[in-house]
């Protein structure tokens, strides 16, 4: 069974970083690319970054090029997204996905002084 | 950016009723390879989203036949035959041909 688990999540002030981390389990992790999207509350669904199954590309949208990173350790089944210059309007759930397809179960980010 | 433009913004339906909700891109989802990246999701209340459909009409695994996905090139539709209390939720469009990637607003499928 696919399984997604995110964590890192939580209450950070304007300007400041975190980490997010995804352990994928039930598939072979380095075959896939990975994605991470955001919903922010009572809104729709927002795509943040993907990254290539080896790690060698990644893709951002505007709203978080330069300031967001996704990454990967295929040894340990992992995704990260580190996120830095954190915004209000960065305040969201995250999600961890494999292609659209299995999704994790979320995890809160608040940003709020 | 690629526009998706989702219709109705929400429906009111009884059970059993068909129902079905259009989603319309500004550019062509045509990719290089001949494929159209063009996806259907549900959310229901509290949970993450869920894939039903991808590339325009093929139903994942465990989605009933009571779901279908049309379209073609910047007009797309899915249809929900009969629908039951379980498919009840939010649905979104979704297109990963462009980057970036974007969804639709959501249509808020309810209880009538």
């Known amino acids: 069974e696919v399984q997604l688990v995110e964590s890192g999540g939580g209450l950070v002030q304007p300007g400041r970083s975190l980490k997010l981390s995804c352990v994928a389990s039930?598939?072979?992790?380095?075959?896939?690319?990975m994605t991470w999207i955001r919903q922010a509350p009572g809104k729709g669904l927002e795509w943040v970054a993907s990254?290539?199954?080896?790690?060698?590309?990644?893709y951002y949208p505007d709203s978080v090029k330069g300031r967001f990173t996704i990454s990967r350790d295929n040894a340990k089944s992992t995704l990260y997204l580190q996120m830095n210059s954190l915004r209000s309007e960065d305040t969201a759930t995250y999600y961890c996905t494999r292609g659209h397809t299995y999704w994790g179960q979320g995890v809160m980010v608040t940003v709020s002084s | 950016d690629v526009v998706m433009t989702q219709t109705p913004p929400s429906l009111s339906v009884a059970i059993g009723q068909s129902v079905s909700i259009s989603c319309k891109s500004s550019?062509?989802?045509?990719?290089?390879?001949?494929?159209?990246?063009l996806h259907w999701l549900l959310q229901s209340s509290g949970r993450s989203p869920k894939r039903l459909i991808y590339q325009v009409s093929n139903l994942d695994s465990g989605v009933p036949d009571r779901f279908s996905g049309t379209g073609s090139q910047k007009d797309f539709t899915l249809k929900i035959s009969r629908v039951e209390a379980k498919d009840l939720g939010v649905y979104y469009c979704a297109q990963t041909t462009h980057f970036p990637y974007t969804f639709g607003a959501g249509t808020k499928l309810e209880l009538k």
């Open positions: 990254i290539t199954n080896t790690g060698g590309s990644t």
């Open positions: 550019q062509s989802l045509v990719y290089s390879d001949g494929k159209t990246y």
């Open positions: 039930g598939f072979t992790f380095n075959n896939y690319w």
